[in-house]
């Protein structure tokens, strides 16, 4: 889990690699938008949610095992969602009931879409260049520390999630409902601490290496090529927003 996580960052070997990392991050930010609105219950919202991600991984190319994966773990969390709609209706021939269906199968495209989109963003960006992306913005300086500090503890944090439930296992602890319920109600006295004292440990190595922002000086500025990327995804932006506009009620 925390060689994948990452391995997952840079590894794409696509064109938009070459761009500096606040395009990257800017032009995939813009296309999620874009995704967002566009309206995926209707054929046209959906084809274009679509040609928004599958265009968008192109011109990122990360690995198929990245893509695999990710596309894994949005039917698990969408798929469901769409079935029991289609077990609810079953049976039934109702306008509702079509509509319900339409909309559930909308959220489908639309949360696979967005979930490819930002994972082939990331894949364009190293931990790094992320941050520069997030100083070179106008990203709120405390937003972006919060955000960095997610994602660089989020592998590490799952890791000691899963070496507690392996520990929970072995102990037995989660045969009996009874000691199973008071493990429940104890583990915030235990997990939240080793996640705050991690924090602060964290935070004090940084500012012991001098962890600062980086300065203008060393900010890659943006060239031809980037601002034609942005313009490019300002205009898909704009047909998702156009599509939104015109689409039947």
């Avoid at 925390?2 to 960052?9: G, L």
């Avoid at 405390?142 to 799952?158: G, V």
């Avoid at 190595?205 to 060239?223: D, I, Q, T």
Wanted: charged share 15%; glycine share 6%.
């Amino acid at each position: 889990m925390r060689s994948f996580w990452h391995d997952t960052w840079g590894c794409a070997r696509g064109p938009i690699a070459g761009l500096v990392p606040q395009s990257r991050l800017g032009v995939g930010t813009i296309l999620f938008a874009a995704c967002m609105i566009a309206p995926t219950s209707t054929m046209q919202g959906a084809l274009l949610a679509l040609a928004i991600a599958t265009a968008w991984l192109g011109m990122c190319r990360p690995p198929f095992a990245v893509v695999r994966r990710a596309g894994l773990l949005g039917l698990a969390a969408l798929l469901p969602y769409f079935l029991v709609v289609a077990l609810l209706a079953r049976g039934s021939a109702s306008t509702d009931t079509r509509e319900a269906m339409v909309m559930a199968a909308g959220l489908l495209v639309r949360g696979l879409c967005c979930l490819l989109v930002s994972v082939a963003t990331i894949t364009t960006l190293r931990a790094s260049e992320l941050r520069a992306a997030l100083v070179a913005l106008p990203v709120p300086g405390t937003a972006a520390a919060i955000l960095l500090q997610i994602i660089h503890q989020t592998a590490t944090l799952a890791y000691e999630t899963r070496r507690v439930a392996s520990a929970i296992a072995i102990r037995g602890a989660s045969r009996s409902g009874l000691a199973a319920w008071r493990l429940l109600s104890s583990l915030p006295r235990v997990w939240l601490p080793r996640i705050v004292q991690r924090a602060d440990r964290t935070a004090a190595a940084m500012e012991l290496r001098g962890y600062c922002e980086p300065s203008a000086e060393h900010r890659e500025k943006m060239r031809r090529v980037d601002a034609t990327a942005v313009a490019v995804a300002l205009t898909v932006l704009a047909l998702a927003i156009a599509t939104r506009w015109w689409s039947p009620r």
